[in-house]
Structure formats: C-alpha cells, structure tokens
C-alpha cells in the first residue's frame, strides 16, 4: 500500500502535515475529510514528490498556504547521525526475529524527525508492494547512497541483513565524526581568516580617514607610509563594494568551472601537489576508500563492484580516478594492492596493509586497519595544519595592525621633533 504526504487545514484555519498509507490520494482526502480537515494537497512520498497520475494541480487553499510558508521546503534528507541511529534500531528489530515492514514502522513510529518518518513510511510503502529493502531504499538516493544500498542488497542475499546493518551503524558514525574532525578543525582558520578581513577593512575604512582628517587640517605634509595608507583607504572606499562584487562573481565562475570534470582534475590534481594539505587529502581520501571498501568486503560484496562504489566516495577525482584504473588492472588479474600503488596517489602503509590481506586471505582485516591508520595520521595532520596556520594568521594581522598604527602615530612623532 502506497504512501502519501498530504497539507491539510484543520477547522481552526492551523496547517497540519503528516503522512497515510491508502490506496489512492482519493482514499487519502476522504480520510482527511473524515477528520473534518481541508485537503490542500496530497503528493506520494518519494524524491519527486509526485503522483502516479502526473504533476499535483496547486489548488487556491494550497497557493495560499505556500505563500504564507514561503518557498517549498527541499527534498527530505537525513543527517549522518540519525542515519546511523535509524539503522541501528532497523538492525536490532530485525535481529529480534521482527517482520521488515513491522520493524521499518516501528522506527518510523520512534523517530521524532518528520523527514525520516516521511522516508521510513515511503520505504515500508513499497517493501509492502514486494520490493526488496535495497530497491525501496532506491527511491531516496539523497538519502542512502550506493553503498548503502548495495550493502544492504548483499545482506539480503545472503542472510545477514541484521549483522550488515550493524556494519553500516557503525560505518555510518565513523564517516560523520570523521566529517566532524574535519569540519572542526578547518573552522578555527576559516573564523580567524574573516575577523583579520572584517578589523583591517574596519581599520582602513572608517578609523584611517577620521584620524588622519586631524593632521591633514593642519596643512602638514603627511609621511609616505601615511599617505600610502589613505590611498588604499580611499581606494576600498571608492571601490570597496565593486571589488567586494567582482570576488563573488569571480567565486561563482569559478565554481561552474569546477563542474567540467577536465576542470575539476586538473585543480584537484594540483591540490594534491601542494606540500601538507596535498598529504592531508591523501589520509582523508585513504580514510574514506578503505573503511568503505572494508564495509563492502564484509558484507560480501563483489570486490570489483566494491572497488566502483568505495571509489565513488573519496571525494577527490584523480583518486576515483586511480581506483577505476585500478579497479580495470584488478579485472585482468593483478592484485589489489599493486594496482593502487600504481597511481603512486595512495600512502605506501595504505597499498603495503591491503597487499598483506590480500595474501594472508584477511583483506577485510587489513582494510579496517588501513582505515584506523590513516584516520589517525589525518587528525596529526590536522592538528599540524590548525597548529601552524593559526599562528601565521595571527602574524600577519598583527603586521598589517602594526603597519596601520604606525601609520598613524608617524605625523605625531614628526610633530613633536618639530617642536623641540
């Protein structure tokens, strides 16, 4: 039984949501009706967010509650925390011995997340018309990506659906704390970055003029670097907002230029050249390969079919790039470690564990311990990184400061060696 996301106005005029499993979005505003409720619209559940019969014709009560919400709210999406506590839970309920569709209900029915409860309800939709869990997750790709459902559509086959959806648990938490070290590590110079702009624009554009306004109304000649300083100050206040627009249109050509994959090689490429953020990139994207590709090998996917989805998730092209290479050699019979070493793109400790797991017949082993490995030296790396441009930026603000102060106190010094 299909499921369906209906807006509906009660009789005190209040907008109410939610989402019920009919036959058709007829049965579902006779339902609503019975409730004594408006229907404004009824869209089954899913990414395009439309009927079976075609596009929703907008009705005058649901035009109204569009404009009094504003712009329609985007495709549901999951973060990676409630992602992982959603399949945990699925894992146990399923572990109990409990029906599929009883436990995605069950879920749906715990979590307190209206986005999840909309997924959850979809997916249980179409498990109850004979899909397997794997395709029925297929209709929310932002929501579970390819190795999601592949992982799930080898547990699946082989039994092990409780055991695999422990495994994506876990895999789903280690990538969102990684995701998180990241994020967190990179915030403190982004913060830092913005004040040093936001003080030295202040400085040269507002305190500058005032405080040199003073000496200039006394017709002294102004020193150089004081002279220098109210050029640029006149300068950024004359241009200031022109310059301010040609960085963000210079930002966004940029970006459409990133989306050709040749553009996108040849910068990323360049990235991974640079001395400590290219060896950083190299940890993150031997991080992200391996504990995917373990997660995959230990659900019993294919290791070629492992190799296409783990590369997909690197986040960097030239290495997706290497494992597809890779991923060709692996075809024609090489080894999984040679193969990746052959791009000289991937830490030697990465290709050496993977090698041994391939001989020792412990492959799933070795990747997680490559994983841990290189999550490890990623944080040293980051800390490394936030330890060293942290203190640059401290300097090089502190100079500029230094150099706008100076600036201004040098008619005043020059004005007291006048009077003695």
């Given amino acids: ?71 329609r709210e985007p495709p549901a999406r999951i973060g990676g925390r409630d992602l992982a506590l959603i399949t945990r839970q699925l894992a146990t309920l399923v572990r109990a011995a409990l029906p599929l569709e009883e436990a ?124 220098a300083l109210l050029a640029v100050s006149a300068f950024l206040r004359e241009w200031g907002l022109l310059l301010l627009s040609l960085a963000a249109l210079g930002g966004f050509a940029f970006m459409r230029w990133l989306r050709a994959k040749a553009a996108r090689r040849r910068f990323e490429g360049l990235l991974l050249r640079l001395p400590l953020l290219g060896r950083l990139l190299r940890s993150l994207g031997a991080a992200r390969f391996t504990r995917t590709f373990s997660i995959l090998i230990g659900s019993a996917v294919p290791a070629l079919e492992g190799l296409r989805i783990a590369g997909a998730t690197v986040g960097n092209l030239p290495m997706s790039e290497a494992i597809e ?20 793109l991937f830490p030697p400790l990465t290709v050496h564990l993977v090698s041994s797991g391939e001989s020792s017949g412990r492959l799933e082993e070795m990747l997680g311990r490559a994983a841990d490995a290189e999550e490890r030296e990623l944080d040293r790396l980051l800390t490394a990184f936030v330890g060293l441009l942290g203190p640059l930026l401290i300097v090089a603000m502190g100079i500029l400061v230094l150099l706008i102060v100076f600036a201004m106190l040098q008619p005043i010094f020059e004005m007291n060696t006048l009077v003695r």
Avoid at 40 to 50: D, N
Avoid at 155 to 181: C, I, K, M, P
Avoid at 208 to 222: I, K, M, T, Y
């Fill in 325 to 344: 290479a890779a991923a060709e050699r692996v075809r024609e019979g090489a080894p999984i470690g040679r193969s990746l070493a052959a791009s000289g």
């Fill in 104 to 227: 995605l209900q069950a879920v749906a029915q715990q979590t307190d997340r209206p986005a999840a409860q909309r997924i959850l309800t979809g997916v249980r939709a179409r498990v109850m018309e004979g899909d397997t869990l794997a395709t029925a997750l297929g209709g929310f790709p932002r929501v579970f990506p390819e190795i999601y459902r592949a992982t799930v559509g080898a547990g699946e086959q082989s039994g092990r659906l409780d055991t695999v959806l422990e495994r994506l648990a876990d895999y789903t938490e280690r990538r969102d704390q990684l995701r998180q070290r990241v994020l967190g590590a990179l915030l403190y110079p982004i913060v830092l970055t913005a004040m040093c702009v936001v003080v030295v624009a202040g400085l040269l554009t507002y305190v500058v003029p005032q405080v040199v306004a003073v000496f200039e109304s006394g017709g002294n000649s102004l020193p150089w670097l004081t002279r």
């Fill in 1 to 71: 039984m299909p499921a369906f996301e209906f807006q509906a106005l009660d009789p005190a005029g209040r907008e109410q949501r939610g989402v019920l499993e009919a036959d058709s979005p007829r049965q579902v505003r006779q339902l609503l009706r019975d409730r004594q409720w408006l229907p404004v619209s009824v869209l089954e559940v899913g990414e395009r967010r439309a009927t079976a019969a075609g596009p929703a014709i907008e009705s005058p009560a649901s035009a109204f509650a569009r404009l009094r919400r504003g712009l």
